[in-house]
């Protein structure tokens, strides 16, 4: 384990405790690998990749992005976020206008796009699914629910729960 990157290391280890059978049959639950703890190590993994400086990777082609990836790009003063839908569209959240489908060019203004790996609990595409579910939402809110906030609950959830509290929290 040793000089590898730790990512590998936890990739790895992540290898190991997913295709590891879980045995019913134990009654002893420190026994035995369960579904919430896998979920624990995939959720330690994309946080460690979405927060490390290799997380951000400039693409210059659209052929380069995959569905569901999380897009951004540079504004004067702010970084505007959407979910990559395919056929060079982009799904994104605007002030005035919702959540919207647009093509790559009009998404990036003429600026650079770049993909950031933020944390992702679902596949690509229950990631677009859930974007279409919200095109056409009007609500947006600058600290509570943004373009950014569309992007990570499109990818995980977690705004959605943050914003809505369904378990008390």
């Not at 679902?122 to 699914?129: D, G, L, W, Y």
């Amino acid at each position: 384990m040793f000089g590898k990157n730790p990512f590998d290391v936890l990739k790895d280890v992540g290898k190991v405790i997913s295709s590891t059978p879980i045995d019913t049959r134990r009654r002893d639950p420190f026994e035995q690998t369960t579904d919430q703890q896998v979920k624990s190590l995939v959720n330690l993994y994309n946080v460690l990749e979405a927060n490390s400086p290799l997380g951000q990777l400039t693409r210059k082609k659209a052929n380069d992005f995959v569905k569901g990836d999380h897009l951004f790009s540079q504004r004067l003063g702010y970084t505007h976020h959407g979910i990559y839908v395919g056929n060079n569209q982009v799904l994104h959240y605007l002030l005035k206008e919702g959540v919207v489908l647009a093509s790559l060019d009009d998404f990036s203004c003429g600026e650079e796009i770049f993909k950031r790996r933020s944390p992702k609990f679902f596949s690509n595409e229950e990631i677009v699914q859930r974007a279409f579910r919200r095109h056409g939402e009007g609500e947006y809110d600058l600290f509570e629910n943004n373009c950014e906030h569309f992007c990570i609950w499109c990818r995980n959830g977690l705004v959605e729960a943050d914003r809505n509290r369904p378990f008390g929290f």
